[in-house]
């Protein structure tokens, strides 16, 4: 079975540019969560989309947001792009939600902003 | 607020020795789970042992071992008989009942020394 995949793998845009990435869930998940990772250090938690409503946010701005499809895919749309978002970004899906449910993460789109 | 704290930037350990990766959380509920996740060069998050705050009795999983105390907000990994293919970072992550998203600490390289 497939896991956890995401596209592109990796992306260069510049400042002040909008960038979309996409995530699909492991077959009869219904949870997807995106995670923000600096070099260096451990994934931030930006979004958890669950039955296609958001069901959490993290402590992003507004710039970035998600959005989850009937087929339980999702994409992440950040706006505006700073060199600060220059980061790995994973996608994680899990059968259910909360319950310490799994999370089984992709490989990740890596996003570099000149 | 919920913190993981990984107070080991580095570690290295002789192929088929035996090594321990330490970590600590910081949480005022009583109901949680603790994870770690290995992340390869290749990036991938890998799931290598859950833990439920309920259990006293330490998650197993073949060469992984935890020591989790909870008194003392303490979640250890040990990995027995080391190889080559465990060299990665190692992450520790916490997550609430009811909740979905992963706290995680900064990480731990790990390197296996042949």
């Known amino acids: 079975d497939a896991g956890v995949t995401q596209s592109p793998t990796h992306l260069i845009k510049t400042r002040g540019q909008q960038v979309t990435l996409r995530c699909s869930p492991i077959s009869g998940h219904k949870s997807v969560s995106w995670y923000q990772q600096v070099l260096g250090q451990g994934p931030q938690f930006i979004f958890q989309y669950y039955e296609k409503e958001e069901r959490g946010r993290g402590n992003f701005p507004d710039r970035f947001s998600a959005r989850q499809f009937p087929n339980y895919s999702s994409e992440l749309n950040v706006n505006a792009l700073l060199l600060g978002d220059s980061a790995l970004y994973l996608c994680?899906?899990?059968?259910?939600?909360?319950?310490?449910?799994?999370?089984?993460f992709g490989a990740g789109t890596r996003l570099s902003v000149l | 607020a919920q913190t993981v704290t990984q107070s080991q930037p580095e570690m290295s350990v002789q192929e088929a020795e035996t090594v321990t990766l330490s970590c600590t959380y910081d949480?005022?509920?009583?109901?949680?789970?603790l994870f770690w996740y290995k992340q390869p060069p290749s990036r991938q998050m890998i799931l290598v042992i859950r833990?439920?705050?309920?259990?006293?009795q330490n998650a197993t999983e073949n060469r992984f071992s935890v020591n989790f105390q909870k008194a003392a907000k303490s979640f250890s990994l040990k990995i027995s008989d080391s190889q080559l293919g465990d060299t990665a970072m190692y992450f520790c992550a916490f997550t609430l009942t009811g909740a979905n998203n992963l706290f995680f600490g900064t990480g731990t390289r790990l390197t296996v020394i042949p």
């Open positions: 949480t005022s509920e009583s109901n949680y789970y």
């Open positions: 994680a899906s899990s059968a259910d939600r909360g319950r310490g449910n799994i999370q089984y």
């Open positions: 833990q439920e705050a309920y259990k006293q």
